[in-house]
Each structure stands twice: as structure tokens, then as C-alpha cells.
């Protein structure tokens, strides 16, 4: 079983960044792929990057490409996601994810998701 809490969200001005952070707990987590989505109110879940077990694969969504850098901590418990020149439609809930299988999570299917993160952007 792995547990997975977000942290690091808030409210930032247009053009700021933010780093989001994904505490994991459990044994399984060090095996899984770790990726993060969003949701903003009234629009379908997005994904934004993915990064594998060993920290060396990483996939990015097209939203994400250029702004967004995904990372976690050498067989820790920890994932990170920078946010960098945000945007007002950048707001959303921000949730991370895992499960075993690469190609699950890719296809936003995974058996863990934490509670999300709420990052708001002001113009």
C-alpha cells in the first residue's frame, strides 16, 4: 500500500514558480512510476509528467513541455514537480500519482493518488 501526500501549492502572482512536493509512504513506492496531473473546475484531469522508478525516464505532457520539471529523490520517498512562468490558466488542483506499470500511469491510470494541491495563479 502506498499513501502519497501533496504539498507546496498556493497562490502566486503570473510569471512566478512554485515547487510541489509529494510525500510517499510505503515499501512499493521506490518500484512505482510517480507522475503528476491537475484538474482545474469544469475541465477533464490533465496529465503533465511522468517519471520512472530509477529517477533516469522521465514523460512530459504537452501543457508541461519547457515549464515544468519533474524529479524525485534517489530511491526516496519524495517527487517533485517545478512549476516555472505560471500563467492564470495554470490554476488547478495538482495531484500526484503512482503505480507499478509505466504505461498505466502514462494513460492517467494508476492505483495511488494523493489529495491534491491547490495552485491558484493571479494575473
Known amino acids: 500500500q502506498v499513501h502519497l501526500v501533496e504539498s507546496g501549492g498556493g497562490l502566486v502572482q503570473a510569471g512566478g514558480s512554485l515547487r510541489l512536493s509529494c510525500a510517499a509512504s510505503g515499501r512499493e513506492f521506490t518500484d512505482c512510476a510517480a507522475a503528476w496531473f491537475r484538474q482545474a473546475p469544469g475541465r477533464d484531469r490533465e496529465f503533465l509528467a511522468a517519471?520512472?522508478?530509477?529517477?533516469?525516464?522521465?514523460s512530459y505532457g504537452d501543457v508541461a513541455q519547457g515549464r515544468f520539471f519533474i524529479s524525485r529523490a534517489n530511491r526516496g520517498n519524495t517527487v517533485w514537480l517545478r512549476l516555472s512562468d505560471l500563467e492564470p490558466e495554470d490554476t488547478a488542483i495538482y495531484f500526484c500519482a503512482a503505480d507499478l506499470n509505466w504505461g498505466r500511469i502514462l494513460g492517467g491510470i494508476a492505483a495511488y493518488w494523493g489529495q491534491g494541491t491547490q495552485v491558484t495563479v493571479s494575473s
Open positions: 517519471i520512472d522508478w530509477s529517477g533516469t525516464g522521465t
